[in-house]
Structure formats: C-alpha cells, structure tokens
C-alpha cells in the first residue's frame, strides 16, 4: 500500500542518506554539502511552512522522500509551488508513485496557479513523466547569486 506522510524529525535516519543518493544522481547539476542538507531536512521538519517535506512510503516503508516550498509568482498572478526535490529509492520507481505525490499534492493545493520544478533535459524518464503530467519548458534561463 502506498501512502504519502508529513516528514517528522524521527524520521531524519532514513530520509538523510536518501537525500545524499539524490545529491550523488543524475538530477542534480551539482553536490550540496552536508551541512545544508542537514539544515535543508530541519527546516522541512520545523513549523516554519517556508519548506514542507514529505515521505512516500510502500506498505508501511519509506521508499522516497520530497520538499516543496511556496512563494508569490507575478507573472501568473499567485502562488506558486515549487518542486524541490523528489526522490524514489531504486526498488520504488516505476510504480506510478512520483505520478501519485505529484497527483496528490496538485489536487489537495487549490490555491496554486502555477506549479514548477527543475528537471535536466538530459533526465529522459523524468522529463517524460513531467511532460504526461502537463508540465512544459519555459523559455528563459535562470541566475543565482548565493549567500
């Protein structure tokens, strides 16, 4: 049975190194240190809604892990919610379980306008999978300037 759960601080031992395999995988462009990692995990567990976390979990296991966070996006008028981060243990994927998290969070957030993520296009399967769930590219590039 799948299901999907708030993430709690007791389930730090499990999600931590599922979050260093994601920072190891192709979906990512770069590493992130530990630090921020373990800081990225206190932030989705505290009441702060700034980051919300979530664990997938199959008959009762945690199979996958993912963060969302919300901001105001001008350009469509609303509230925006980003895909952070989702990650699925190798044994999980291909079960439906991403389309599932994805499915779950689009219907029960009402509120958002627009949702958004950062995929590779490199990331074939991922890609294909965004695409069959209505997302497309958009035409313009990003830039950071990091503290």
Do not use: W
């Amino acid at each position: 049975m799948f299901t999907i759960e708030k993430m709690t601080e007791e389930m730090r031992p499990e999600v931590l190194p599922m979050v260093d395999e994601f920072y190891q995988s192709d979906a990512v462009s770069h590493g992130v240190e530990q630090e921020i990692r373990e800081r990225t995990f206190a932030d989705a567990v505290s009441p702060d809604p700034a980051l919300e976390g979530y664990v997938l979990k199959e008959d009762g296991r945690i199979i996958g892990f993912a963060y969302v966070t919300v901001f105001y996006a001008c350009e469509v008028g609303g509230r925006c919610l980003m895909f952070e981060e989702l990650y699925l243990k190798e044994e999980a994927r291909g079960k439906g379980y991403g389309s599932r998290f994805f499915e779950m969070v689009m219907k029960e957030r009402t509120e958002i306008r627009r949702f958004r993520l950062e995929v590779s296009k490199a990331n074939e399967k991922a890609v294909r999978l965004y695409r069959r769930l209505g997302f497309e590219f958009l035409d313009y590039d990003q830039m950071v300037l990091d503290r």
